[in-house]
Structures are given as structure tokens and as C-alpha cells.
């Protein structure tokens, strides 16, 4: 008898977590933290809303934020709230200050680890930087984002945002940061990628 209930506590453990959904954690920068627009107008809020309640989406995204920052960030996050998936959306910041790529991929492969050990699967979020940052230095860095995944066998959500830069009323005065009208194209890119790992 106690063997028998210790089961059906067990199935309706289980059964309550499938209820639940998944746990989403976003580790990034501005474009994650919504620099520039409105509360609530930011893609992680957006995909928040898409998603419903039944998932959880936690935004841990500072702006101004570099791998090493995510880094030594990641450990509290992790115990903290316990995600399923944790997207790492982090490296922007490393490139415009000319770090080397060889620490930024450190930094992304520690992250990677951390989040495995957690019993969370980590999201690449490939990076580019501005054309101005010199070619050489910038292939480097963008091609640093897929050769990571491929070694970690992670999946990589590739930078499809280069047509923001192009199209007017879709980058901040500064030149660096979309705005409100672009959010929503952005969460389109990560949802694509997202919904079908927590509808799962």
C-alpha cells in the first residue's frame, strides 16, 4: 500500500510540473534588457505575453553587461529561479570594447557548463558587430558564436538582425540600439527558435 501511494505521488508530482511549463532565463546585454524603450515594450516582455502563462520567462539582462559579467552573475541566477533553458545572449559588449575573442569564448563556454551542471540547456544567441569595427576583427567575432555551438552542441539562434540597421526607425539615435519598432522583430527571431523547446 505504501509502495502504491509513494507512485501516485510520484505521477502527480510529474503531472503538476508538465502543468506548469518551462522556465525560460535570458542572460544578456541591452538588447535583452530593452534599452531605449518603455517597460513592456522590450522583446523578452513581448515574448513573455506570446508564450502565456503557462511558461516562465525571467529576464536577467543588464545593459552595458560582458561575458565576464554574465559569468559571474550566472551561478545566483541559476540557483535562484532554476530554469529549464537559459539563453545567453551576451558578447556585443565584449567586441565594442576590442576584447580578445579568445576570453569572450571562455567566458560563453564557462556559462555553457554552468548551465548544463544546473540541469538547464543553454541558447546561443550569435552576435555581430558593426562593419566599422574592421573586417578582420569582426568576422572573427561573429564567427566565434557557431563554431561554439557546434563544439558544445548547442543550439544557436544565428543574428538575422542585420536589416535593422538598414530600415528607418528601427535604430536609436546612437546607432547601436533598436527601438520600440523593432522589438517585435526580434521576438519573432527568438520565438521561432524558443516555442517549439518549452511547448514541448
Not at 501516485?8 to 535570458?26: D, K, M, P, Q, W
Not at 525571467?58 to 545593459?63: E, F
Request: a negative charge.
Amino acid at each position: 500500500m505504501q509502495s502504491f501511494l509513494k507512485r501516485l505521488c510520484c505521477l502527480f508530482i510529474l503531472l503538476g510540473a508538465n502543468t506548469y511549463g518551462s522556465t525560460l532565463l535570458v542572460l544578456g546585454d541591452s538588447l535583452s534588457a530593452g534599452y531605449g524603450v518603455n517597460q513592456g515594450s522590450g522583446w523578452v516582455a513581448l515574448l513573455r505575453n506570446d508564450l502565456g502563462e503557462g511558461h516562465s520567462i525571467i529576464n536577467g539582462s543588464i545593459s552595458g553587461d560582458t561575458t565576464g559579467g554574465g559569468l559571474y552573475r550566472l551561478p545566483q541566477l541559476l540557483e535562484k529561479f532554476s530554469p529549464d533553458y537559459v539563453l545567453l545572449e551576451l558578447g556585443g559588449n565584449d567586441g565594442l570594447r576590442g576584447q580578445p575573442l579568445a576570453l569572450m569564448q571562455n567566458n560563453l563556454q564557462a556559462m555553457i557548463k554552468l548551465c548544463r551542471e544546473a540541469g538547464a540547456e543553454p541558447i546561443l544567441f550569435g552576435m555581430r558587430l558593426p562593419p566599422n569595427y574592421g573586417r578582420r576583427y569582426s568576422e572573427a567575432f561573429a564567427a566565434v558564436y557557431p563554431s561554439l555551438a557546434k563544439q558544445e552542441q548547442v543550439l544557436l539562434i544565428p543574428f538575422q538582425l542585420e536589416q535593422l540597421s538598414v530600415t528607418e526607425g528601427m535604430i536609436q539615435e546612437d546607432g547601436l540600439h533598436p527601438t520600440a519598432l523593432a522589438q517585435p522583430i526580434i521576438k519573432d527571431l527568438i520565438k521561432s527558435h524558443i516555442q517549439p523547446l518549452m511547448t514541448n
